[in-house]
């Protein structure tokens, strides 16, 4: 059976999408930390840990998220963009983008935001078309 993340990237499953290609796709995290917190997905391999994948699935899905990280950096006025890989919560091999205004952040443990459906795709569409400028 598809992990959740397999079904969104196939549109099964609606999502924020900021950025796709053949083999990636990032949207944006339905639990945030921060407004524009998006995760990274191969589209095409559904390992649950990122060391497993073969080195150009992985080296694939790091330059994508660099690009995304840059594209989410350009759409939300941040210090840094923060990268976690957990992959406890979902068995498919995920990279979190956080922007992040100071290093706490990035606390898992933290409440999650909540944005309404217009913010979400504001942003998203925002992320999006920095990407496409890449």
Known sequence: MATIFTRIAKGEIPSYKVAENEDYYAFLDINPLAQ?????IPKNVEDDYIFNLDPAVYEGLWAF???????LKAAVPCK??????????VPHTHIHLV?????????????NLSF???ENKAIAQKIFNEYAKL
Do not use: C, N, W
């Open 99 to 111: 922007p992040l205004q100071k290093e706490s952040d990035l606390d898992f443990r933290k409440e």
């Open 65 to 71: 998220a660099r690009k995304v990280a840059i594209a």
């Open 80 to 89: 840094r963009v923060g990268v976690a890989v957990l992959g406890m919560e």
């Open 36 to 40: 524009g917190h998006t995760l990274v």
């Open 116 to 118: 309404t459906e217009e």
